[in-house]
């Protein structure tokens, strides 16, 4: 994936417990890079490339998203994903809560140097979302791979 023009650097992670077992986490310079060519013809194939993770992440999810909020310094080692969905027309309260509470806080527990919230956009998401996905799994804690 790296490989490909406009990423800027990837992560991997493998769950402690809980599925789904692995999660690749890309950034990219700007939304483009997910409607690219070069991208779509990966995601729609992507056991033509066979780095050593990538067979077991040939039921990905590819989902485009945004920062949307970002406190605190530095990379962990470890990942929390907590997937939540808005009731329509509440997302900007749920927003709200999560930046002016949820997030201060938890950046106040002992040993958490960050917290980022992260929301799909629907509106990148462009051909992505064309493409059949899996059944959804709940996420797990994560922890690095590698």
């Known amino acids: 994936m790296l490989g490909l023009p406009g990423f800027k650097r990837g992560r991997r992670f493998v769950a402690l ?3 789904p077992k692995y999660l690749a986490f890309y950034e990219a310079h700007n939304d483009a890079v997910f409607r690219s060519e070069n991208y779509l013809t990966l995601i729609k194939n992507p056991r033509s490339q066979q780095p050593p993770l990538h067979h077991a992440l040939s039921e990905h999810n590819p989902t485009v998203a945004r ?3 970002s406190m605190g310094e530095g990379e962990g080692s470890m ?3 907590l997937p939540l969905t808005p009731q329509p027309g509440q997302e900007q309260a749920l927003r709200q809560v999560l930046v002016t509470d949820v997030m ?13 919230l992260i929301e799909r956009d629907v509106n990148a998401q462009g051909a992505v979302a064309q493409r059949p996905r899996p059944p959804r799994r709940p996420y797990a804690r994560l922890g690095a791979v590698g």
């Open 104 to 116: 201060p806080r938890l950046l106040a527990a002992p040993g958490i140097i960050a917290s980022r």
């Open 67 to 69: 920062m949307t909020a």
């Open 17 to 19: 417990r809980g599925s």
């Open 79 to 81: 990942l929390l994903v």
